[in-house]
Every structure is written in structure tokens, then in C-alpha cells.
């Protein structure tokens, strides 16, 4: 072979290469908003789908005063707001300050313990709706707190409380609307139920 056709050409080659411009801007993505439940605030976290089946489950929704205690990473308030309620009317009570700080874009969030506002708040407020996954410590006390701080405040319609309770959970004004599968909580096998009291 001639070396000739091992030898470079006299000038540089160069490839016209034309910028593109009619690509489609590519969407931002959002980051993923991780949620670390601490062992000890006994959060169980309500599934989206479970939330949104206790809200279908209040009499009225809307401009009705409503309470969510022990509201945790929001998904009942998220199911609320998703219904039509309005946000403006919604109060939301957490004790753990990491997860009440996460809770503002719902509604009003009251940054303390459960039973310690509903000790200086009855007589003083009144809810219509309550929609509620207590801690299972003490699911009693929280339900019993929660009656406490239920009237009518004005409107026609009669109050409602809807709660996620343990299956052992015995109220005798409570209508029990659905047994929860032992796998609904991610973090613990326990039998649950929804109820109402009207």
C-alpha cells in the first residue's frame, strides 16, 4: 500500500454542524418532598385514598368550620381541600413541630398537643366537622376531646366527626362505615375501622 494514504490532508477537516432550536424546554422537575415520621410521635399516616373516603363520608363540606387534630403530614387536610373545602375554615392541630411546620399551606395550624387545646378551647369554639386519625394510645381521650369541641356554631346542618380508630374502639353513638385492611399502614399491622358520630 502507498504510504500516501496514511497521510493526513493538508487542511483540518471540519463538519458544519447547524444548533438546533425547535427542541421543546424540557419541564423542571419537582423534587419528591420526603416525609421522616419520628418512631415516637406514633404517626401512622393515612393513605390518600383512605383520607379522601373519610371526607366523602362527612355530612357537609365547605364553609364549615372543621377540625383535624393530630393532623400529622396533612393527607386528611389535603382530602379535605380536595373535596371543596375551603381552606380558610379548616384548623389543624400538631404537636410535632417538624410536621406543623409542613402544614400551613392547608389551613390554620395550631402547634401543640391535641388534648391540651381541647381542654382550653371547649366552651370557646365549635367545630361542625371533625375528621380525625388519633393516636391509638390513647384513641379514647382524643375522640372524647374531640365530641367536646363539636356544636353547630350557626349553621342548619348537624355535626359530624369521622375518625380512624382500632377495630376494639367502642363509642355507643359511633356507626361503623367500613373495616380498614391490616396492611393499611405502611409502618404497622394494625385492624382499624372508620366511624361517624353524628
Same mark, same amino acid.
Given at each position: 500500500?502507498?504510504?500516501a494514504?496514511y497521510?493526513?490532508p493538508?487542511?483540518?477537516?471540519?463538519?458544519?454542524?447547524?444548533?438546533?432550536?425547535?427542541? $421543546? %424546554?424540557?419541564? *423542571?422537575?419537582?423534587?419528591?418532598?420526603? /416525609?421522616?415520621?419520628?418512631?415516637?410521635? @406514633?404517626?401512622?399516616?393515612?393513605?390518600p385514598?383512605?383520607?379522601?373516603?373519610?371526607?366523602?363520608?362527612?355530612?357537609?363540606?365547605?364553609?364549615?368550620q372543621?377540625l383535624?387534630?393530630?393532623?400529622?403530614?396533612?393527607?386528611?387536610s389535603?382530602?379535605?381541600?380536595?373535596?371543596?373545602?375551603?381552606?380558610?375554615?379548616l384548623?389543624?392541630?400538631?404537636?410535632?413541630?417538624?410536621l406543623?411546620?409542613?402544614?400551613?399551606?392547608?389551613?390554620?395550624?395550631?402547634?401543640?398537643?391535641?388534648?391540651?387545646?381541647?381542654? $382550653? %378551647?371547649?366552651? *370557646?369554639?365549635q367545630?361542625?366537622?371533625? /375528621?380525625?386519625?388519633?393516636?391509638?394510645? @390513647?384513641?379514647?381521650?382524643?375522640v372524647?376531646?374531640?365530641?367536646?369541641?363539636m356544636?353547630?356554631?350557626?349553621?342548619?346542618?348537624s355535626p359530624?366527626?369521622?375518625?380512624?380508630?382500632?377495630?376494639?374502639?367502642?363509642?355507643?353513638?359511633a356507626?361503623?362505615?367500613?373495616?380498614?385492611?391490616?396492611?393499611?399502614?405502611?409502618t404497622?399491622?394494625?385492624?382499624?375501622?372508620?366511624?361517624?358520630?353524628?
Amino acid at each position: 500500500m502507498k504510504a500516501a494514504v496514511y497521510s493526513r490532508p493538508a487542511k483540518p477537516l471540519v463538519i458544519p454542524v447547524r444548533r438546533r432550536r425547535d427542541f $421543546e %424546554a424540557l419541564p *423542571k422537575a419537582a423534587p419528591v418532598e420526603i /416525609v421522616a415520621v419520628d418512631k415516637a410521635t @406514633e404517626c401512622h399516616v393515612t393513605p390518600p385514598e383512605v383520607a379522601a373516603r373519610m371526607v366523602g363520608y362527612l355530612d357537609c363540606i365547605g364553609d364549615y368550620q372543621t377540625l383535624e387534630p393530630s393532623a400529622g403530614t396533612g393527607n386528611l387536610s389535603r382530602a379535605l381541600l380536595a373535596a371543596g373545602h375551603s381552606r380558610y375554615e379548616l384548623t389543624q392541630v400538631e404537636r410535632h413541630h417538624r410536621l406543623a411546620s409542613g402544614l400551613y399551606q392547608f389551613g390554620a395550624v395550631i402547634n401543640r398537643c391535641f388534648l391540651e387545646y381541647a381542654a $382550653e %378551647a371547649r366552651g *370557646k369554639v365549635q367545630f361542625l366537622n371533625v /375528621v380525625m386519625n388519633p393516636p391509638f394510645s @390513647e384513641v379514647r381521650k382524643h375522640v372524647a376531646a374531640a365530641l367536646s369541641l363539636m356544636g353547630r356554631n350557626g349553621h342548619d346542618e348537624s355535626p359530624c366527626l369521622v375518625a380512624l380508630v382500632p377495630v376494639t374502639f367502642r363509642h355507643p353513638s359511633a356507626e361503623e362505615l367500613e373495616t380498614l385492611p391490616s396492611d393499611t399502614f405502611a409502618t404497622a399491622k394494625v385492624h382499624t375501622k372508620i366511624i361517624r358520630i353524628r
